[in-house]
T-cell receptor, first 111, second 116 residues
Framework: RKEVEQDPGPFNVPEGATVAFNCTYSNSASQSFFWYRQDCRKEPKLLMSVYSSGNEDGRFTAQLNRASQYISLLIRDSKLSDSATYLC????????????FGGGTRLMVKP | GAVVSQHPSWVICKSGTSVKIECRSLDFQATTMFWYRQFPKQSLMLMATSNEGSKATYEQGVEKDKFLINHASLTLSTLTVTSAHPEDSSFYICSGQPGQALVGYTFGSGTRLTVV
């Protein structure tokens, strides 16, 4: 079983739609959680950190459920520019603070 | 914000030659840098952890003699792909941590290596 699992998609949605991505992680020692965005042939860029209390940044809402070891990302009012691959990323303390990446979920927003 | 400068952006080399990739942290000191590899349609896979002033730590299955890592200063880490072969063609990317763990990591812009 992969340490961080995501539905690879692709998710094809129309502009203005609301879309949700899910992610599960297997290591209960995981401490920090992030969503990164990666455009084709580019480096990943931090979208937002994820906290147990849930956090929102504009049209993006991230949630963490430590008991279920589940992370989610909700995108409201999708824009064409949201088309990218979204990476669920987990930081595990005690392993050199290294990041473990999920396989990514590809989103395609269409006019 | 924190910036990691990675060069070159892309390189094409002949099989059997060596290629050096540089990553510099421009506005923070990176005691540790991470090197990843990404094959098409796959996620980033950690290759090694580069520690300033000491030997790198390699992930299982990554040949340390083939992928030489040097981290001689707090702002520079290099990855040298020695005797490159077509199967080494990939997207190589480094990352550093500018602050505390909760802040996340900053990535270089990546190097697309094609070995012909």
């Amino acid at each position: 079983r992969k340490e961080v699992e995501q539905d690879p998609g692709p998710f094809n949605v129309p502009e203005g739609a609301t879309v949700a991505f899910n992610c599960t992680y297997s290591n209960s020692a995981s401490q920090s959680f992030f969503w990164y965005r990666q455009d084709c042939r580019k480096e990943p860029k931090l979208l937002m950190s994820v906290y147990s209390s849930g956090n929102e940044d504009g049209r993006f809402t991230a949630q963490l459920n430590r008991a279920s070891q589940y992370i989610s990302l909700l995108i409201r009012d999708s824009k064409l520019s949201d088309s990218a691959t979204y990476l669920c990323v987990v930081n595990r303390k005690g392993a050199g603070n290294m990041l473990t990446f999920g396989g990514g979920t590809r989103l395609m927003v269409k006019p | 914000g924190a910036v990691v400068s990675q060069h070159p952006s892309w390189v094409i080399c002949k099989s059997g030659t060596s290629v050096k990739i540089e990553c510099r942290s421009l506005d923070f000191q990176a005691t540790t840098m991470f090197w990843y590899r990404q094959f098409p349609k796959q996620s980033l896979m950690l290759m090694a952890t580069s520690n300033e002033g000491s030997k790198a730590t390699y992930e299982q299955g990554v040949e340390k003699d083939k992928f030489l890592i040097n981290h001689a200063s707090l702002t520079l880490s290099t990855l040298t792909v020695t005797s490159a072969h077509p199967e080494d063609s990939s997207f190589y990317i480094c990352s550093g941590q500018p602050g505390q763990a909760l802040v996340g990591y900053t990535f270089g812009s990546g190097t697309r290596l094609t070995v012909v």
